[in-house]
């Protein structure tokens, strides 16, 4: 029945448009993505042709997410009632089956059949487990039925509600809604329904809409919104000018003195943050930020201000001051800067000579809820012991760490001091090859080429995962080199550490690790750690591919070596990625921490901060990166750098 259905709309397509055939997607080497192709040119009839063709090709284990998307190109069509009803038999226990049943009920709010519509919007919300998405699809649905009921008021209860709390969804249609019960209805949003809705805009980064929407006298915690999004979109002197007036107190009054002075507080403290990039004095700004704790007691933030202003003094080697303010930190019992503070004071009493107080203070760390913090507790105080020349308890110390912690960047820096191993060679894993989901991994291998469909194509496998497959799944996922999902998927599962720090592209890397004197090791870690074995990889600030380029940089290696690569190019991403670390080996001495902080936050700071700190010891140097960022960035590098150069 199904395919009677199709082939009658794709003839009445046809027949409408009989230069459908006549696109650029024929040129197309796959059916998944002409199939896309043709979906984004409204060419449905050769859209189906292709997943048809898709279908006839791949095993049934996948045959539930080509009829999904067949019924997703046909939902519109009054026949589709019949495609969906079959899709319900045929794949009773698709994980798809909850996306047909919101397809369902649109097109049960299409018919205009509200009752049968609220029915299956009851049984959905039952049945399923649902998405935030799924709720929000669910809300937006009972809106428009009570629209068309004339229930007006409830209707703009649900609408308004989508477009205060959840800015991003439907924007254009819930912006749009709300405009229109005004024009319509005389139905306003409340003051506090404004602010709260130009809040949740600034917050998702939807700044365009924020200033179509800003109203100047509504909040002068929206009007600091506003000076962010000027100085974000480099007009940083009418921010900054905004910015200064508020924290004169030169803005309409919100009847609240706490929230006034909230203003002035978070006015004073965005300066202080836009001054931070580039002030050569962390130690004036450190103590503005310590005006703000004292005349600003009850500010929202002002254990997050305490923090910065401790690390500030900190980075300015002016330790004594950032004692004080870790000790009030730790006064204020904030569970978010606990384990930081304790830290802060440990390190500084440490760089301060003074360890017997450092040990104090790492002790409490070691009885911390979090690894990180407990591994960190354990390595420096095995670092006081060297200090005070107790190489014994230092040895009994950096020993225990590696053997309760095999993978990470303070057992690695344990083990260097011990000059020890942590992890044993052993014998290559070998996994049995299967085929048990080879159409799933076929499917994926079809989207590389189209980023936002494999990801759906990603989570669809995902959904198929559980504790009884998950081992197959990695395996074959691993054996046909999508190491990405892989890794992803091997942290929700107890599995093999060969899944989560893999030796991708293995012949590209050996090769030009060779060409350039690289460590072979040290080029996986960073390509794990910058885009989890990624090609498509790019980040928000724009660097793309395997090792995160940005496009100047990757520009300025071209021209060196005479050659246009293409960064999602994994050979090409390679070759510059590699011979970039070469540069940076020669510029900072073969010093990998240097070489990595340079990597990431750019070699100009590197050498403003061996400069700084040119008499500390490696570690000392990377706990002094100022750079929140880097420093984290440079400790997983090196945790992976060190796995892998185990595992040889």
Request: with cysteine; glycine share 4%; proline share 2%.
């Amino acid at each position: 029945m199904i395919k009677i259905v199709i082939f009658i709309l794709c003839f009445i397509l046809l027949s409408l448009n009989p230069s459908f055939g006549n696109t650029s997607c024929k040129k197309s080497y796959n059916y998944l993505i002409a199939y896309e192709c043709y979906k984004k040119l409204k060419n449905n009839y050769l859209a189906l042709e292709n997943l048809e063709d898709l279908k006839k090709t791949t095993g049934v284990e996948v045959h539930d997410f080509i009829e999904y998307k067949k019924i997703l190109l046909l939902k519109d069509y009054d026949d589709i009632d019949k495609n969906i009803e079959e899709f319900k038999i045929n794949y009773s226990n698709s994980k798809l089956i909850k996306k047909i049943q919101l397809i369902k009920a649109e097109n049960l709010f299409n018919q205009k059949k509200g009752k049968e519509l609220i029915q299956i919007l009851k049984n959905i919300e039952k049945q399923y487990k649902l998405s935030l998405n799924d709720k929000l699809r669910i809300k937006y649905l009972k809106a428009l039925n009570l629209y068309r009921d004339k229930e007006y008021k409830s209707a703009f209860k649900l609408i308004k509600n989508i477009g205060v709390r959840n800015t991003t969804f439907k924007s254009k249609e819930i912006t749009s809604a709300i405009s229109n019960y005004k024009i319509k209805h005389n139905f306003v949003l409340s003051k506090n329904e404004k602010i709260k809705r130009l809040g949740n805009l600034y917050k998702n980064g939807q700044y365009s809409l924020f200033m179509n929407e800003f109203e100047d006298k509504l909040s002068p915690k929206i009007l600091i919104n506003k000076a962010l999004i000027k100085i974000k979109s480099n007009e940083s002197n009418i921010g900054l000018k905004i910015l200064r007036k508020i924290s004169q107190g030169e803005f309409t009054r919100t009847g609240s003195q706490s929230q006034d002075l909230e203003a002035i507080a978070e006015s004073k403290y965005r300066i202080i943050l836009f001054n931070l990039k580039t002030t050569k004095d962390n130690s004036l700004l450190a103590t503005e930020l310590n005006s703000i704790l004292v005349n600003y007691p009850n500010y929202t933030r002002t254990n997050e201000v305490g923090y910065l202003s401790a690390r500030l003094f900190t980075i300015d080697k002016n330790y004594k001051e950032a004692i004080k303010v870790y000790n009030w930190l730790i006064k204020t019992k904030s569970k978010d800067y606990i384990d930081k503070s304790f830290y802060g004071l440990g390190f500084s009493e440490y760089m301060l000579g003074n360890y017997k107080n450092a040990i104090g203070y790492f002790a409490s760390l070691k009885e911390s809820n979090q690894s990180y913090y407990k591994q960190l507790g354990s390595y420096w105080t095995g670092k006081c012991f060297i200090k005070l020349g107790d190489k014994n308890l230092a040895s009994t110390e950096f020993n225990k760490l590696i053997k309760e912690n095999k993978i990470g960047f303070y057992p690695f820096m344990a083990s260097k001091i011990l000059k020890i191993k942590t992890i044993k060679n052993s014998p290559a894993t070998k996994f049995k090859k299967t085929k048990l989901h080879q159409s799933d991994i076929n499917l994926l291998s079809l989207s590389k080429e189209n980023i936002k469909l494999r990801r759906e194509i990603e989570t669809y496998i995902r959904n198929k995962i559980n504790l009884s497959n998950y081992k197959s799944y990695l395996t074959e996922l691993y054996n046909a080199d999508e190491y990405n999902l892989a890794i992803k998927i091997s942290y929700s599962y107890k599995s093999n550490n060969k899944f989560k720090f893999p030796k991708g592209y293995k012949n590209l890397v050996d090769k030009y690790s060779k060409k350039y004197g690289v460590d072979s090791n040290l080029v996986y870690a960073l390509i794990r750690e910058e885009s989890l074995f990624d090609p498509k990889a790019k980040s928000w600030v724009g660097a793309k591919g395997l090792m995160q380029l940005m496009d100047y940089t990757a520009n300025m290696l071209d021209k060196e070596l005479k050659i246009k690569s293409s960064l999602f190019n994994p050979e090409d991403n390679i070759n510059l990625g590699t011979y970039y670390i070469m540069k940076l080996m020669k510029r900072f001495d073969n010093n990998i921490p240097n070489v990595l902080a340079a990597y990431n936050g750019g070699p100009k700071n590197v050498e403003l901060w061996r400069e700084r700190f040119n008499s500390l010891e490696d570690d000392e140097f990377i706990e002094s990166i100022p750079f929140k960022e880097t420093n984290g960035y440079v400790k997983r590098v090196l945790r992976s750098y060190h796995y892998y150069k185990s595992r040889n």
